[in-house]
C-alpha cells in the first residue's frame, strides 16, 4: 500500500484489492504523522501550472547532458503498482497499474533521480578535474526550485532535473556549486571566480530564472511519495 498527495484528487491510498477494509483503515491511521506532515508540505507551497493542463504521461524524455532521448512503453497489468524497467535502447518500460497516470510520473520521477546520478556526477568530476577545484561527497536530490548547493565541507548537491535542462545550464550549476567550495557566498570575488571559467556565465544565470517553466510537465508535478513500506498484506 502506498500514500500519495495528488494535485487534483488529494490524499490518495494505492492499495490491492484483496485488502479488508479494516486492516486498510488501520493502516492509514498508523500514517497519520506523515499525513500531517506532508499536508503542511502542500500547503506551504501552493500547486501551480497543472490545473489547466491535465496531467499526461509522457511519451520520451529529452536528456541533453547525454545527448539522449528515452521512448517510454506503458504496460499495463494486473497489479497495484508501477514498476519501471530500463532495457538499454533508450527504452523504459512502465508495466502494472498504468492506467494510474499520477502513479506513472511519481515512478518515472523517482526512476528518473536514480539515471540522473551518472550523467551529472560524470559533468562534475570532469568540471572539477578542468578547473582544478575540489570537492567532497556529491548527492543528486529532488528540490522544487534549487538547482545546487554546497556545503562548507565541500559537499555537493546537485538537481536531479539539471539533467532535463539545456547542457549548458548543467555546466554552469555544476561550475557554480564547485565555486562555493573556494567562495561561500556570492561576494565579488565569488563571481570572479566563475567568470574565470565562464565568461559568459551572466546570460545562463539570466536564462535560469525560467527552468523551472522549461522543464517537461511530469518533472514539476508536485509529488509527496509515502517513505513507508506497506504493511504485509492480509
Ligand atoms: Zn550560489
Request: one cysteine or more; aromatic letters at 10%.
Amino acid at each position: 500500500m502506498r500514500l500519495t498527495f495528488s494535485a487534483s484528487k488529494g490524499l490518495v491510498v494505492t492499495q490491492p484489492a484483496s485488502i479488508c477494509e479494516h486492516t486498510l483503515k488501520d493502516w492509514v491511521h498508523s500514517q497519520q504523522n506523515w499525513i500531517i506532515r506532508n499536508l503542511d508540505r502542500s500547503n506551504a507551497h501552493p500547486l501551480t501550472g497543472e490545473q489547466n493542463t491535465p496531467l499526461e504521461r509522457p511519451q520520451q524524455i529529452d536528456i541533453p547532458l547525454l545527448q539522449q532521448t528515452l521512448q517510454i512503453h506503458y504496460l499495463p497489468a494486473s497489479d497495484y503498482q508501477v514498476t519501471a524497467n530500463y532495457n538499454g535502447n533508450n527504452s523504459l518500460t512502465l508495466s502494472g497499474m498504468t492506467d494510474n497516470t499520477e502513479l506513472c510520473i511519481q515512478v518515472l520521477q523517482q526512476w528518473f533521480q536514480r539515471y540522473a546520478r551518472l550523467p551529472l556526477g560524470q559533468l562534475l568530476a570532469h568540471t572539477a578535474e578542468a578547473t582544478g577545484l575540489k570537492y567532497n561527497h556529491y548527492r543528486i536530490k529532488a528540490q522544487r526550485t534549487r538547482w545546487g548547493s554546497c556545503s562548507s565541507k565541500g559537499n555537493i548537491n546537485l538537481n536531479y532535473k539539471l539533467a532535463l535542462m539545456p547542457e549548458r545550464w548543467a555546466r554552469y550549476t555544476v561550475l557554480h556549486e564547485l565555486c562555493h567550495t573556494v567562495e561561500l557566498n556570492h561576494s565579488n570575488r565569488f563571481w570572479a571566480l566563475v567568470a574565470q571559467f565562464m565568461p559568459d556565465y551572466q546570460t545562463i544565470h539570466t536564462e535560469m530564472k525560467e527552468a523551472t517553466r522549461m522543464l517537461p510537465p511530469w518533472v514539476n508535478y508536485p509529488y509527496v511519495s509515502s517513505p513507508v513500506e506497506s504493511p504485509a498484506n492480509s
